[in-house]
């Protein structure tokens, strides 16, 4: 069998067709399937048999994209969670609230949650917020705390435009699991010898682009090495979601929006 030859000029130009088709499916990839391809992850905390089984989504940016909205949602209802968990930024503007919070009130476990930066920025109203969270028989958390229905686990929540105003309620009862909800990865490391069975974070969008092999290209301030995934900390272990929306630019790539499901 006679084998072709090609030219060093034929290569590269093979070579370079080659990197331009997938530099294009890339872009469409990061464009227009991404963005709303939700990923279902599954985690496990602790030893021995979990007694409770939840979900944790973050950083929705509700910007009226309705439908892929109440897909999360749907989602969520078919994993039947004992309770869900939300750390911040439901939306950019607040004309945009309303309907967030009317799909929010269709989660049909209780819904507890902390606010993220934009939820401040937006100047969105926290009482109403609070309503939509307490009607699910959950809470809307600024630097508080409350226990699930069975008594059997504290959420906790932290809050506030900057550290200096995270104050984190006393959770010393042994008997109790405690988990704490707050919106930037990096006050993990203000807790001052605190310890939680189980810390859940976002913010970081996990970048929205992360190199094959490298990770994130750019994070936003108060993430630091926390950027996506589990990770242990002096209080205990973290784990970073990378949320349902975009913020900036409406792309995604090899960092898919997910819901977490946690099993303690």
């Excluded at 530099?23 to 048999?49: H, M």
């Excluded at 209802?77 to 609230?97: H, K, Q, W, Y």
């Excluded at 229905?149 to 309620?169: C, F, H, L, T, Y």
């Amino acid at each position: 069998m006679k084998l072709k030859r090609f030219s060093r000029r034929r290569f590269l130009l093979g070579l370079g067709a080659a990197f331009a088709a997938a530099s294009v499916a890339a872009f469409a990839d990061a464009k227009w399937f991404e963005p709303t391809w939700l990923k279902t992850r599954r985690l496990r905390i602790g030893n021995g048999a979990p007694t409770h089984r939840f979900v944790h989504f973050t950083d929705l940016h509700y910007k009226g994209d309705r439908a892929y909205v109440q897909s999360v949602v749907k989602t969520i209802n078919a994993l039947s969670p004992d309770f869900v968990c939300f750390t911040g930024d439901i939306m950019e503007e607040t004309r945009f609230l309303p309907e967030a919070l009317e799909i929010f009130s269709g989660i049909k476990s209780p819904l507890f949650g902390v606010p993220g930066n934009h939820d401040y920025w937006s100047g969105a109203p926290f009482e109403v917020i609070a309503r939509c969270f307490a009607a699910t028989g959950g809470a809307w958390l600024l630097n508080e705390r409350q226990k699930t229905a069975d008594g059997k686990i504290n959420i906790v929540g932290v809050a506030g435009r900057s550290v200096r105003e995270m104050q984190v309620p006393s959770v010393s009862n042994p008997d109790k699991k405690n988990i704490l909800l707050l919106h930037y990865p990096a006050w993990v490391k203000k807790l001052r010898g605190q310890k939680f069975d189980l810390m859940l974070a976002g913010h970081s969008h996990g970048g929205q682009v992360r190199i094959p092999f490298y990770g994130s290209i750019i994070t936003p301030s108060n993430v630091d090495e926390y950027d996506l995934g589990l990770f242990q900390t002096g209080a205990g272990p973290l784990y970073v979601n990378p949320g349902i929306g975009w913020f900036c630019l409406d792309v995604r790539f090899n960092c898919r929006p997910e819901i977490t499901v946690v099993e303690i």
